[in-house]
């Protein structure tokens, strides 16, 4: 049997899965897992202890909401760190439906032709020739040639490079390179690989540790490109600083937890422990400017007191 698992983000796999009862009525072989914003548990736990409950000879797909987010990196290292299933990201409702439907498993051409019919009915149905015209091209910003580097943001953030980088801060800012600085990802392939599906066209990527990432500022200061730089966890951000001071980091997400508080207010996805707010009050003792900010359509909350 082909096992469905629609991941999202929020409430979209539920309200697709609804959908899906509307249209066939039985879709027992539709499962959903969702990310919420104060969520402790990993989604990867979800969708292993989902999948141990499936029989050994079925077929898994897990539809991830778009690529290059922070559900689909998740599920893209967990499908190449040995737990067998297709991820397919971006999903549709005529995709999930005929694999639902499906009583045989799609794999390899079938799969990628049935991936390109789904993308036909992504259209305008009132000027429906508009789906054979190429596609804009993308404006970007000028490219320097030589000079300092101009740190347009850095940005602390445990998901590293997801949507809410990729489509909003990159955009807002118009990087040219994006350098995640994490220990655990610069010295894990699959983690790279991930984060390379998630990397902006056109966009400049670098993965490194603080130690190779302070190595290279002197080569960045010549390049005079726009540059983005992502922190894993507060620890490796202070230890870059401390090498490397930055004028402003932007606090976008860290992983809520026991023993955790919100900082930031009730939309703040920022969660400290006391020795995460110890490594932002030396950040603060530094004088670097310190803010929360999701997004930039959310207001910016400055941190000016010690936590």
Known sequence: ?????????????????DTLEMVLGDVSNVHVVSLARDDKEPITNKVDAMIATFNADDTVYVLTDMLGSSVNNSMVELSKNGTK??????????????????????????????INEARTGLTNP?????????PAKKATASRH???????????????????????????????????VVDNAAANDDIKKGALKLAKPQGVRLNVFTVERALAKMDKLNTL????????GNTAEMLQFCQGYKLDAINLGAT????????????????FL???????VNQLLDM?????????????????????
């Open 224 to 231: 005079g490109e726009r540059v983005m730089f992502v922190f």
């Open 85 to 114: 299933f297709t991820v397919v990201s971006g999903f549709n409702i005529p995709l999930a439906l005929t694999l639902a439907m499906s009583p045989v498993p799609v794999k390899g051409a079938e799969l990628a032709a049935l």
């Open 287 to 307: 004088g670097i400017k310190l803010y929360v900010q999701q997004t930039p359509t959310y207001q910016s909350v400055d941190i000016d007191a010690k936590l």
């Open 145 to 179: 040639s030589s000079g300092p580097a101009k740190i347009v943001l850095a940005r602390l953030d445990y998901r590293l490079l997801h949507g809410q980088v990729v489509f909003t801060w990159t955009t807002k800012v118009q990087a040219e390179r994006i350098i």
């Open 255 to 270: 992983a809520n937890h026991d023993g955790a508080d919100q900082v930031g207010g009730k939309d703040s996805s920022v």
């Open 1 to 17: 049997m082909n096992q469905i698992i629609l991941a999202s983000h929020g409430g979209l796999a539920a309200g697709a899965k």
């Open 126 to 134: 009132n000027a429906p020739v508009e789906a054979a015209a190429a």
């Open 273 to 279: 422990d006391a020795t995460q707010k110890a490594d």
